[in-house]
């Protein structure tokens, strides 16, 4: 390979993939490995797990027909309304359950007007998301159940300053009594009592289970966001990651052996999850099961089996977390609950170790600027001043080479037809000028983890969702809104709409002001570098940055403002070195060519 072939971009992909491909083959798969032996080891026999205390119960089908309108569904049964500054929804009397949460804080679009997101709503309904809590036990007659209506016995609503409380008794003896308490964000606490007024012991267990009922066609698709089941369980709580498709395809997997962790269900922005105790043993498993045209993703947790004499009563605490995974909230919650890996809810990556300090750093600059993308650029500046000495070195290499260009291609005529001359005149010549044409590779393979760290962090975390920027720009999450098929919206008609090509005008091609930005900034980055030797490798090299930004137009705007400054910052210290090498670049010859001015440098 020519040393004039090691051009940015190429290293960049070529690098990158072979770092992932090499992590997955060498890192991952042997973890998952690993993972699945244990998960072996720890699964109790089945023959133990049927039917017994430390069994949850089993998924059956919908206890509501699907396709139940939301509405009907909360009119199906009496409900607890639940009321703080971060969640508004209620809890249904059949069941105890969990099922109706909308997030006040957060709108399903940009628009102030647009509706609340939803996170929980009631079985029955499409794609139903809840929480269902309480007791399992082997013949053990009178179980509250899904079909269980609850009696409010205090409070008329759950708010943080106002608990609820809910009783039922059945008729085998049992008393049951549940206490529910919420903070101004996310946290909801259950604590369950059981008094045994029966004259015989009984024996159960308590346990808690997330189930989402079908899954909406725009979730689980994006490849870098985990999406599925999520929770941190075994003896060292290591972190439990499972993608939807798997979850479907495995069935979930055995039970694992937990003292303390937690399960739940994430999206990209959202969690459900389920925390009990942390000194508690437990036993935490990811199930799905398929009812008809239904399938039923379960995460749930089921903890040691309490014996109940005559007389006495057991106590149970669980806490659900249903809310926005934002990161200091998290960490709160870690740090106050002792969870472990409550923040490894969001999506860190296999850079975990970049990621986090690099969010923080963002974190610290928003709260100083008070505005996301001015912080994506002061980030971009501290990246690039970290990396400046490294780029540097590449970018004066990279002069070097450009300026000795003429020499090289002379070289390359004068000795076509002797290959080993031509390589030997090469060698002297980059030794006589004191160019190093591998002196750029070194620097973009130690950026590479930082780019994909900072792309990571930019894409999982909450803090950029419909963060405004400046002018047109109100969702830094978002794709860019302007396109150059009604002139940035000058025209007055959306490209959706027109007949046939709509679908690609407003898809592939969609092309706004930073795709357009980040296009010419990639091609002046791109030209001031050396031209390959070969023709046919100058074309591909010169397409190339137009391919990138229809590549990356569909990506969130955030990143394009980062990937664009960051092109700015690059042409910026080409441009001062090239001056100073006294080597011609694009910029001087756009200039020349406005104001007709002679070519001089220096």
Same mark, same amino acid.
């Given at each position: ?16 993939? =072979?770092?992932?491909? #090499?992590?997955?083959?060498? =890192? ?23 039917? &017994?205390?430390g ?11 699907? &396709?139940?309108?939301?509405? #009907? ?21 059949k ?5 109706d ?8 679009? !940009? ?9 929980l ?10 929480a ?11 179980? %509250?159940?899904?079909n269980t209506?609850w ?9 943080? @300053?106002?608990? !609820? ?31 045994? =007024? ?46 939807y ?20 269900? $994430? ?13 508690? +043993? ?35 605490? $669980? ?6 995974? @934002? ?12 969870? %472990? *890996?409550?923040?490894?809810? =969001? ?78 005149e090469?060698? &002297? ?20 983890? !930082? ?9 999982? $975390? ?8 400046m ?12 396109? /150059? ?18 679908g690609?005008?407003?898809?592939a ?16 980055? $791109? ?8 023709p /046919? ?21 955030g ?20 001056? *100073?090498?006294?080597?011609?670049? %694009?910029?001087?010859?756009? /200039? +020349?060519r406005?104001t007709?001015?002679?070519?001089e440098?220096?």
């Amino acid at each position: 390979m020519q040393p004039e072939t090691n051009r940015n971009t190429i290293i960049f992909v070529v690098c990158a993939a =072979v770092m992932f491909l #090499a992590y997955q083959f060498f =890192v991952l798969d042997p973890a998952a490995k690993r993972r699945q032996a244990e998960l072996a080891r720890q699964a109790p026999p089945a023959a133990a797990t049927a039917g &017994a205390p430390g069994s949850a119960p089993s998924l059956g089908a919908p206890q509501v027909p699907a &396709a139940v309108t939301r509405q #009907a569904a909360i009119e199906a049964s009496p409900r607890v309304p639940i009321v703080t500054p971060s969640l508004r929804g209620s809890l249904s009397l059949k069941g105890g359950r969990i099922d109706d949460l909308y997030l006040v804080r957060y709108r399903q679009a !940009v628009d102030p007007k647009s509706p609340p997101v939803e996170l929980l709503r009631p079985e029955g309904t499409k794609f139903a998301w809840f929480a269902e809590i309480g007791w399992t036990g082997a013949n053990v007659p009178g179980l %509250p159940g899904p079909n269980t209506v609850w009696r409010l016995i205090q409070g008329s609503q759950l708010t943080p @300053t106002q608990p !609820v409380t809910l009783a039922y008794t059945n008729d085998q003896g049992l008393m049951f009594t549940r206490r529910l308490e919420v903070d101004d964000k996310f946290m909801i606490t259950v604590t369950d009592i059981v008094a045994n =007024v029966s004259d015989r012991p009984i024996t159960l267990a308590p346990y808690g289970s997330i189930q989402r009922q079908g899954v909406p066609a725009d979730v689980g698709q994006n490849g870098i966001v985990h999406e599925g089941a999520i929770g941190a369980l075994g003896e060292k709580a290591e972190l439990r990651l499972v993608k939807y498709k798997k979850w479907s395809k495995d069935g979930g997997g055995p039970a694992i052996a937990s003292t303390g962790g937690w399960v739940g269900i $994430t999206d990209k922005y959202w969690l459900a999850a389920l925390i009990p105790d942390q000194k508690e +043993r437990i036993q935490g498993q990811f199930r799905s099961t398929k009812t008809g045209p239904v399938e039923i993703f379960d995460a749930n947790f089921v903890g040691h089996a309490i014996a109940i004499g005559p007389g006495a009563q057991a106590h149970h605490a $669980t806490r659900l977390f249903a809310g926005a995974k @934002t990161v200091p909230v998290l960490r709160s919650y870690e740090q106050q609950l002792g969870v %472990p *890996r409550f923040d490894d809810a =969001v999506d860190w990556g296999m850079f975990w170790f970049l990621t986090r300090p690099i969010f923080s750093f963002l974190e610290w600059i928003f709260g100083h600027l008070g505005n996301f993308g001015l912080a994506i650029l002061a980030l971009t500046v501290v990246v690039r001043l970290i990396f400046f000495p490294l780029a540097q070195k590449q970018y004066e290499s990279l002069t070097k080479m450009k300026k000795v260009q003429p020499q090289i291609e002379e070289l390359r005529k004068r000795y076509k037809d002797d290959q080993q001359k031509q390589q030997q005149e090469l060698l &002297a010549l980059y030794q006589r000028e004191k160019v190093n044409p591998i002196a750029g590779c070194l620097p973009l393979l130690l950026q590479i983890p !930082v780019f994909y760290a900072l792309y990571k962090v930019l894409t999982v $975390t909450i803090e950029m969702r419909h963060a405004p920027f400046m002018g047109w720009i109100h969702d830094l999450s978002a794709r860019d809104p302007t396109t /150059i098929w009604n002139l940035f919206g000058l025209i007055p008609y959306n490209p959706a709409s027109v007949p046939l090509a709509g679908g690609l005008l407003d898809g592939a091609l969609h092309l706004g002001v930073l795709p357009l930005l980040y296009g010419v900034t990639m091609w002046l980055t $791109t030209s001031m570098s050396p031209p390959a030797p070969d023709p /046919i490798q100058q074309k591909i090299f010169s397409f190339m940055p137009w391919i990138f930004m229809f590549i990356m137009a569909p990506f969130a705007i955030g990143l394009l403002i980062y990937w664009t400054w960051s092109n700015v910052i690059t042409v910026l210290q080409q441009y001062v070195i090239m001056r *100073r090498f006294k080597v011609d670049n %694009p910029i001087d010859q756009i /200039i +020349r060519r406005i104001t007709g001015k002679p070519k001089e440098i220096g």
